[in-house]
DNA sequence: CAGTAAATTGGCAGCGCTGCCAAAAAAACC
DNA sequence: GGTTTTTTTGGCAGCGCTGCCAATTTACTG
């Protein structure tokens, strides 16, 4: 079985066809130097002709950097990356970058060989979550001389580029919002934190001003394994079973608070009467829920984008902090 | 500013620091061709010490077919396609391939560019959704020799491998199911078919198997734009304004299916008794809601495991339908 | 129309690695 | 010890393109 023999035809074999030498193509191939009108309808004839796809890894080894830029990030199942990706692939393509990803199931030994592989491929950047890696790994992208975007947190000392929010302060004001309401005995459910370090910081900052407004953590349930509805629905519970008489739990993002809002559907529990749920990130389905969830809309797309945008203009470094935005809902 | 600077170690200048040829570090490094153990640890020592990576750029041109794998999908808000990729990039890197991703926007014209800036990197293989693809994109993929495959749909003729189910018997399943649960005034609620053709597949399939059961598709509303949670709650709304004495909806997917869901239960609409849902892709919060959502569920990330799997193995041309499950739900 | 400046163009040496081949070293055999 | 095999090694020519520089052509000046 012989498959994979690219019809290959070469920058050499176009300038044959048109008759002009390799440099003046690869000119008009790239827009870039002089040539005449003439040379130009010729070479793209002799392009079109023979069917030429100018080869990128020739010409990046040639060049000096590459127009790739690597994505080393936790998990594909947390909307959170699909959508940071959204944003910066849009604004990549535009500049003729292209995306290069693997996950690493939020295993910082993991994203250290996953980095190593990365830099294999020279990219112009890095873009990695948060602030926690090993040290191999920074001592690894430091040496590599490429950018380095840290994104969805800036509660640490960047490498080099981070874009994001702090997940500390959302954790304040969430903590904040529901002790003006009048709430005081307060839950939260969660899942696994040692590997989620963001939602770790949001739930260390919640605690924290819960702590300072003289209404401490009442209970908390965490969850081991990723986040999802069904472990918001099972940790409400279980929470509720223990510590029956909370006012108001706190989720570790939207699809657990989503969780705990089927299970106080389905147990006829009146929100926010009864209780309040809050949640983080702003999903759109917690728009579109018969009770608005109240939760913290993160710029997801936007930190993508200009994470993008920084890499390809070159930015110096620097620390973005976009901010969130509390989305008082209609359930807590 | 200067940034870029690769501090670039060389395989000359390891192989000079461990007083060996280029070609023995090339061996070691790569675990390919003979060497002794001595040779293997000066090498090994060598490459530590300089903190050496591969080059994998110079790699791939000097020898034959890269290890990337191009990603050409249509967006990456709708779950399916992270889910695809996240079933791939797990086989790729166990297998040390490299996945690079573009997104299309359901536009085909938009396709056949990324589809060319792809082939440019030189990929093993162009993975992509569907068998919508312009002539263009169609002429170039044979033209380049890489492997290609089409995912998430079996209906039509594969350019070479495909990796799906077939959407136009989901459609008609779904139909039969809610004919035999005895529904005869059934409506649609979809997003824009013209870009999604696969949601298209399943809405003729479904109105080909009504068509047979002489229960024809009593109304239908179809909204421009994608599909979400939102579009579904407004799509049934309108629908059962303009058509209120349906008694089953089917949707173009479970994201359009939840908002019909949430309608209802804002509404006080009781499901089933009043008014039956029914949606497609078995997404987990489906099986979180008071009433597990009726829906058909789809092997998306056994697609990407097996796509990525059939190109590492570079197994001959085949069409491999994974089938669905038609999930019975309480809400149908 | 000579003379100079500006616009085009081609040649060719790498970019860092792999693959091929022949040379050198080590092991096995008589 | 002399041969024949087998295992290890190094040299070097590309992979297809870009960047530099010099050569050629064209445009402009007085």
Redesign the interface.
């Known amino acids: ?1 012989e ?5 290959t035809v070469t920058l050499a074999e176009v300038a044959e066809a048109a008759g002009v030498g390799e440099s003046t193509v690869s000119r008009v191939l790239r827009n870039h130097g002089s040539f005449s009108g003439k040379t130009r309808d010729r070479v793209m004839a002799a392009v079109e002709r023979l ?1 030429y ?6 010409g ?2 040639a060049s ?3 127009r ?1 830029v690597a994505f080393v990030i936790p998990s ?2 947390n ?1 959170v ?3 940071v ?2 944003g910066a ?2 604004i990549l ?1 535009e500049n ?1 970058y ?6 690493t199931d939020y295993d910082p030994k993991k994203e250290e060989e ?1 980095a ?7 990219p ?1 950047a890095v873009m990695l979550a948060g602030y926690e890696h090993t040290d191999g790994t920074i001592k ?1 992208l430091r ?5 380095i975007v840290e994104m969805l947190d800036v509660d640490g000392d960047a490498l080099d580029i981070a874009v994001g929010f702090s997940n500390r302060a959302a954790g304040r004001e969430s903590a904040a919002f529901l002790l003006r309401r009048g709430y005081r005995r307060i839950g939260y459910v969660g899942h696994d934190l040692n590997r989620d370090t963001r939602a770790g910081k949001r739930f260390s900052g919640f605690c924290e001003t819960l702590g300072a407004g003289a209404a401490p953590l009442a209970d908390h349930e965490i969850l081991a394994g990723a986040s ?3 472990n ?2 099972l940790g409400l519970e279980r929470l509720l079973s223990r510590t029956p008489d909370l006012d108001a739990v706190y989720f570790s993002n939207d ?1 657990m608070a ?2 705990g809002y ?1 299970h106080c ?2 147990r006829g529990i009146s929100i926010p009467a009864q209780l309040a749920i809050f949640g983080y990130n702003g999903l ?2 917690g ?4 009770q608005p969830l109240s939760t913290i809309r993160t710029p997801r797309v936007a930190t993508g984008q200009l994470a993008a945008q920084l890499v390809v203009t ?1 930015a ?1 470094p620097q620390v973005v902090d976009l901010g969130f935005e509390l989305i008082e809902g209609a359930t807590a």
């Open positions: 079985m498959f994979n023999h690219q019809a069917g796809v100018p080869n990128r890894i020739a990046t080894l000096t950097g590459s790739l594909l199942s909307i990356f699909p959508d990706l959204r692939s849009a393509e003729r292209q995306a290069v990803f693997s996950v996953l190593a592989a990365m830099l294999a491929w020279r112009a690894m040496a590599s001389g490429c950018r999802s509805v069904e918001g629905k699809d989503l969780g089927f559907l389905a759109d389905i728009r579109a829920t018969p070159n110096p």
